[in-house]
């Protein structure tokens, strides 16, 4: 009997602007705005393991038509991000930073210059990373 694989799902794109803090699984499309490396290291003293390869770490601003937030890309990410490029970013996160939103997307998501030329033109005045969320505790 034949095996019955699962239909793919198409992915559903989110825009900057309905990101909310501790979400995950988010689809865009974003044009890279700038780009500024914060962290370039070569490896730890081991010459083998996790620390013998450099480690990258890059703010940029990303946006679309709704809005901008900073993406935290690291290592072969920060290659992609050059100023003007749009990048498809799949299953990202919002991480907090100092209580503000940034947008990443670790070993399980991807990061890749979108296939179709598409111009996105920035909304460059609506900074989702700006805005400071407070953490409230709510007690039974």
């Known amino acids: 009997m034949a095996e019955a694989t699962p239909a793919l799902r198409k ?3 989110t825009k900057v602007n ?3 803090p501790g979400t995950n699984g988010h689809s865009l ?38 809005g901008i937030i900073i993406f935290t890309a690291r290592n072969d990410q920060v290659d992609m991000m050059k100023e003007g490029t749009v990048v498809t970013l799949r299953n990202a996160k919002i991480d907090m930073y100092k209580g503000s939103m940034r947008l ?5 998501g991807r990061v ?5 030329p598409t111009d996105i033109s920035v909304k460059e005045d609506n900074n989702l990373s700006l805005i400071e969320y407070e953490l409230v505790s709510v007690e039974a």
């Open 11 to 13: 992915p559903v794109f």
């Open 18 to 20: 309905e990101l909310r």
């Open 104 to 108: 990443a997307v670790d070993r399980w």
């Open 29 to 66: 499309n974003v044009k890279v705005v700038s780009t500024k490396m914060v962290m370039q290291r070569q490896g730890g003293g081991r010459p083998s393991g996790p620390q013998a390869r450099q480690m990258r770490i890059a703010e940029c601003l990303v946006g679309d038509e709704t």
């Open 112 to 116: 890749e210059v979108a296939e179709e």
